[in-house]
């Protein structure tokens, strides 16, 4: 499912994502992409009203950042990355997000 898509599914129309149902979205664009899923069981996202950050235990770091930006046996996967892009109060993300609901 193209994470476009993802979020649309998970959030109310017209409004802002919160953090239990971008959360959601989150844990399933990245079990989608062959995330385990005691990683990702572990993520969670907080809207601190200026900007989402994704929080996780510190103990997963390392596993984390393997994941994400790759290791020289695991490619880079660049989810979490993709996925803030998307739901960030950027400009670009603003034109996604008018898309997805018009």
Not at 34 to 52: D, R
């Amino acid at each position: 499912m193209r994470l476009s898509e993802l979020l649309k599914n998970s959030a109310t129309e017209g409004a802002r994502f919160d953090s239990i149902e971008t959360t959601k979205a989150l844990h399933k664009y990245c079990l989608d992409n062959g995330w385990p899923a005691e990683v990702v069981n572990n993520l969670s996202i907080i809207n601190n009203s200026s900007e989402y950050t994704i929080h996780y235990p510190s103990y997963l770091a390392p596993k984390v950042n393997d994941l994400e930006f790759g290791t020289q046996s695991i490619s880079p996967s660049g989810v979490l990355r993709r996925f803030l892009d998307v739901i960030d109060d950027s400009p670009y993300a603003k034109g996604i997000l008018r898309r997805m609901f018009s």
